[in-house]
């Protein structure tokens, strides 16, 4: 009897998702906290630059108190879907969003002022899943993967970091060869630093 990967990589990302949408609102504000403390703490977080975050959806964990808490000099972004590929706007709490073909807020902007990924200095992306070695699950639909494709022989900038709850770290998740790996996933509770792994 086969086993179909497709199949599992569906279960367990409904799954996951099912696990963060459970979590009660109280954990999840007591979570952006941490977890903005430890994307604050990271070793190469950046004092200037363009940083992205992303708009939370589906339980995802949220980023407002770190996007708060950015130094001076960081100038913050959200993706812009643009053609196959992420390209990213700076926004404040108050500048006019979008819904884009996902549903997901984006800035409202012209084309002419979105900047390109390889334009960001760190990149804060959602996860649905992750693993010990770096492996991460997505929503399938290969954005970061395709925009961050530039990555694949070369350390950051831009850093390429996930932000999840805890209780989305899995036992091993396959990687294929197209995946762009994360340098880094902060939770609420602890840092996996990935950078010195000789393996993804």
Same mark, same amino acid.
């Given at each position: ?8 990589r ?12 459970? &979590?009660? *609102?109280?954990?999840?504000?007591? !979570?952006a906290? =941490?977890?903005? $403390?430890? @994307? ?21 964990i ?18 812009v &879907?643009? *053609?196959?590929?992420?390209?990213? !706007?700076?926004? =404040?709490?108050? $500048?006019? @969003? ?6 997901i ?9 979105l ?37 694949? $022989? ?7 970091v ?17 995946d762009?790996?994360l ?18």
């Amino acid at each position: 009897m086969t086993v179909d990967h497709a199949v599992l990589r569906r279960q367990l990302r409904s799954e996951l998702r099912q696990r963060r949408r459970a &979590l009660p *609102a109280a954990q999840r504000i007591a !979570a952006a906290e =941490r977890l903005a $403390d430890n @994307l604050l703490a990271l070793p190469f977080a950046p004092t200037q630059g363009y940083v992205a975050g992303y708009w939370a959806m589906d339980g995802e964990i949220a980023l407002h108190v770190w996007q708060l808490k950015l130094p001076p000099g960081c100038v913050y972004c959200l993706p812009v &879907l643009a *053609a196959d590929r992420l390209r990213f !706007a700076p926004w =404040r709490p108050c $500048d006019p @969003l979008i819904s884009n073909a996902y549903g997901i807020p984006e800035p409202e902007v012209e084309s002419g002022s979105l900047l390109d990924a390889e334009q960001m200095t760190l990149v804060v992306a959602p996860l649905v899943g992750f693993d010990a070695r770096g492996a991460r699950l997505g929503m399938g639909g290969g954005w970061y993967d395709r925009s961050f494709a530039f990555r694949q $022989d070369r350390p950051g900038p831009p850093w390429l970091v996930g932000a999840a709850f805890s209780i989305q770290q899995a036992d091993s998740l396959d990687s294929a060869d197209w995946d762009v790996g994360l340098d880094a996933v902060c939770t609420e509770s602890t840092t996996h630093d990935f950078r010195n792994l000789s393996a993804r």
